[in-house]
Structure formats: C-alpha cells, structure tokens
C-alpha cells in the first residue's frame, strides 16, 4: 500500500493519500488548507484518482479543501455527524481567532456528505478502514484505521487527526473540547491497539503505539481496555 502525505497551509496540518499498489484509486484524508493545488499535482503525477475524502474530525485546519477536492472529483466525504456542522460553520469549531484568517471566505459542505459511525468498516479503493470514534479534542473526532501489507509482513496504522501525536495530545480548550474525555478514548480506541502500530497523527511527524506508551508524558497512567 502506498501511504503518502504531506503538510499543508499556515498550520501544517497532515494531508494524507491512501492507495493499494498498482491501484488507479486511492483515499484522501483531512485536505486542509491550500491542499487542492499540491494534492491534485500530485494525483496526477502518480496516475491516481481520488474515490472519497475521509475527514478525522471538523476542524477548518483538517476540512479547507474539502468542498473543492469533492467537487473536482465528484466524490464524498465522511465525516462523524457530531462535526458536521463544521463544513458550513467552521467558526463554530474555532471561535473567533480565525475570523481574521478567514475574512470573506465562504465554505459549504460538499455535494455528498456521509456519516461516520463508531464502529464502521468502509471498503474504498480497495482499503478496509475501521472508524474509531474518539471524542474529546471535538465530538466528532474519529480514528481510522487500517493495514498496509509491506515486505516485512502487515503494519497496522491508525490516522489519529488530532487525538494523538508524537509526544503529545490534542488541545481541549475549544468549543466541544474535554480533556478528560479525550484520555479516555485515547485508552478506549488507542492503548488497546498493537504495539507495533504506526500512528500517522494530523499535525507533525509518525510515531507508534509503543513510543506513545512508553514516552508521551501525556498518557502516564493510561491503560487501555475496550
């Protein structure tokens, strides 16, 4: 599997492309802003054509682009419906420190719009992704899950948006945040995962599960049980 990605707009946030090796279609996850003119450059390059647009939770950092990449490709996007309404209102999600950032700007939701739910399976572009709900840095956080089969044998991955990081954990301080929620379901959804699982995370570089348990002062007396 081909699992690429890069860091898009002011705040860097993670672009990612998911995409079955020899595979025309692939997966775009949390396009953000100023991603459509490097994403679609890119797509093109690699002979890919995007089927959905998964997004890991509302925030205008992860959701900029969205309506324009689904409207190129005439794709959905997902998204939990608890952050839904952050495609039409993104101040909602944010408070007033982006109104300056964001000026005259308008933003809609995309001609298709899907829910996600806690517990989905989705089979896109031939990748089976799980969908975790992980509410706490916003209510409609969600981790998505899948494998990539590599020379050494599968890798388990999880896209954490916001809810985790390397060395870190997402912010709680806007509307919809809970800290206290957000620990919980990093146990619930996260420390029950694998060891050697890669935690592609929305802002910043990789890390794993196990660098998560073993250094990320975060997460110091956090067990894991579903």
């Given at each position: 599997?081909?699992?690429?990605?890069?860091?898009?707009?002011?705040?860097?946030?993670?672009?990612?492309i998911l995409a079955q090796?020899?595979?025309?279609?692939?997966?775009?996850?949390?396009?953000?802003?100023?991603?459509?003119?490097?994403?679609?450059?890119?797509?093109?390059?690699?002979?890919?054509?995007?089927?959905?647009?998964?997004?890991?939770?509302?925030?205008?950092?992860?959701?900029?682009?969205?309506?324009?990449?689904?409207?190129?490709?005439?794709?959905?996007?997902?998204?939990?419906?608890?952050?839904?309404?952050?495609?039409?209102?993104?101040?909602?999600?944010?408070?007033?420190?982006?109104?300056?950032?964001?000026?005259?700007?308008?933003?809609?939701?995309?001609?298709?719009?899907?829910?996600?739910?806690?517990?989905?399976?989705?089979?896109?572009?031939?990748?089976?992704?799980?969908?975790?709900?992980?509410?706490?840095?916003?209510?409609?956080?969600?981790?998505?899950?899948?494998?990539?089969?590599?020379?050494?044998?599968?890798?388990?991955?999880?896209?954490?948006?916001?809810?985790?990081?390397?060395?870190?954990?997402?912010?709680?301080?806007?509307?919809?945040?809970?800290?206290?929620?957000?620990?919980?379901?990093?146990?619930?959804?996260?420390?029950?995962?694998?060891?050697?699982?890669?935690?592609?995370?929305?802002?910043?570089g990789a890390t794993s599960?196990?660098?998560?348990?073993?250094?990320?002062?975060?997460?110091?007396?956090?067990?894991?049980?579903?």
């Amino acid at each position: 599997m081909l699992v690429t990605g890069f860091p898009a707009g002011a705040f860097q946030t993670n672009c990612y492309i998911l995409a079955q090796d020899g595979s025309s279609e692939c997966i775009v996850v949390d396009p953000g802003q100023d991603a459509t003119e490097p994403l679609v450059e890119f797509l093109g390059k690699s002979s890919l054509t995007p089927v959905a647009v998964l997004l890991t939770h509302g925030h205008l950092d992860h959701t900029w682009s969205v309506e324009p990449v689904c409207e190129k490709f005439g794709i959905p996007a997902y998204i939990h419906p608890d952050d839904r309404y952050m495609l039409s209102d993104p101040l909602r999600g944010t408070g007033a420190a982006l109104s300056a950032m964001i000026g005259d700007t308008e933003f809609r939701e995309p001609s298709e719009v899907i829910e996600l739910a806690d517990g989905d399976v989705l089979d896109l572009a031939g990748i089976t992704v799980t969908v975790d709900h992980t509410p706490g840095h916003t209510q409609g956080s969600v981790v998505l899950r899948t494998t990539a089969d590599t020379d050494q044998g599968p890798v388990p991955i999880a896209l954490t948006g916001d809810t985790l990081f390397a060395g870190s954990i997402g912010r709680t301080d806007l509307p919809g945040g809970n800290h206290d929620q957000l620990l919980a379901s990093i146990a619930a959804k996260l420390l029950v995962l694998d060891d050697a699982t890669a935690v592609l995370p929305g802002h910043g570089g990789a890390t794993s599960i196990a660098q998560e348990r073993a250094s990320n002062p975060f997460l110091v007396g956090l067990s894991g049980s579903r």
